[in-house]
């Protein structure tokens, strides 16, 4: 009983601020926090605070300062819907939310951590992943004729998604570093090899910037967008109009649509068997590290390349391919069939 009381945090003490105080809280906050979180960060937050303040609105709930059985009753009900990594996200955000109004931090009790536990339990923490564009993949996207498909007759539309398949594989880019790169960072050498440089992604978030290679073969889907766009300075892909002329910098939501519509029209068979929809702005991503592993790279080589901070979404993304190259399966490749 000593150790159950130990592991109960202490009761949220009781709110005292005054709707004036948390608005005044929140604005100094807002001012002192600008230009402190990257652009998606911000969104997502304001995304999750007006689900959460709808759903409060909708159940005759206080949103701010929020109770600890309003936060768990709002963890249940989007369990029912939601993946447990948003669930997981909403909750951070209402913390955060409330430690910018200087005020109690509901998620931080018992009531809301069994909501979470309560959601665990019945769907698992397992994220669900986007497919990967592997190798195999890319080959067969870039084969495919049509891969514009809302805009078959466009070919400079065509030039820049091949373009924008193969930089983003190569590079390892999530879809905000992707739609970031600008012809000034890049260096081609005489043999065709380049690096470009991604002035900033989620893990440096102070922009200290990294040069990841871009391989000759790479670099000549590259070149021959580059060319066509007539792109001299400023962002490398950018939106093609009906007409062909070109447009200003991508949005980063775009590279799924994108991969999509490609994956779509070149009929791929997806490698883990799921529909095209599965597919994202992260495939790339997730497939060139797939195929490092296949290479036999090692976790700290994959790291480097994809710069990520912690092996944990490495493992996530290539437990596949590891599966498929565990002792098991060595054996079961080399044993007689039973």
Not at 40 to 53: P, V, W
Not at 230 to 242: E, N, Q, S
Request: charge should be positive; hydrophobic fraction near 45%; aromatic fraction near 6%.
């Amino acid at each position: 009983m000593r150790s159950l009381r130990a592991a109960v945090p202490a009761t949220v003490p009781a709110v005292t601020l005054t709707e004036a105080d948390i608005w005044d809280n929140l604005g100094k906050y807002a001012e002192a926090a600008r230009g402190a979180f990257a652009a998606n960060t911000e969104r997502a937050m304001r995304s999750d605070i007006a689900l959460f303040t709808d759903w409060c609105h909708q159940e005759a709930r206080q949103a701010m300062p929020a109770s600890p059985e309003t936060v768990a009753a709002f963890v249940d009900a989007m369990a029912a819907s939601k993946a447990p990594a948003s669930v997981r996200r909403y909750v951070a955000s209402i913390a955060s939310f409330h430690r910018a109004a200087v005020a109690a931090n509901p998620c931080e009790t018992q009531a809301v951590k069994l909501a979470l536990r309560r959601m665990h339990n019945a769907k698992g923490r397992a994220q669900l992943q986007a497919s990967p564009l592997n190798e195999g993949a890319v080959r067969k996207l870039l084969e495919a004729r049509g891969i514009s498909r809302a805009r078959r007759g466009n070919p400079m539309l065509e030039l820049r998604n091949r373009a924008l398949l193969v930089v983003g594989y190569v590079t390892l880019c999530r879809e905000g570093e992707l739609v970031a790169l600008r012809f000034d960072d890049l260096k081609v050498e005489a043999d065709g090899f380049a690096t470009i440089r991604i002035r900033r992604s989620k893990g440096d978030q102070e922009g200290r910037g990294a040069t990841v290679p871009i391989p000759a073969d790479a670099m000549r889907h590259l070149a021959k967008w580059i060319t066509a766009a007539g792109i001299k300075d400023g962002a490398l892909f950018r939106a093609v109009r009906h007409s062909g002329s070109i447009g200003g910098p991508l949005d980063p939501g775009a590279v799924a649509r994108v991969f999509k519509t490609m994956a779509t029209v070149a009929k791929l068979k997806l490698p883990d068997g799921q529909a095209t929809p599965r597919v994202s702005g992260h495939s790339t991503r997730i497939g060139a590290a797939q195929d490092m592993l296949r290479y036999k790279e090692t976790l700290a080589a994959i790291m480097v390349s994809g710069r990520w901070k912690s092996p944990e979404m490495v493992g996530r993304y290539v437990q596949e391919q590891e599966a498929r190259d565990s002792a098991a399966s060595r054996i079961a490749a080399a044993r007689e069939p039973f």
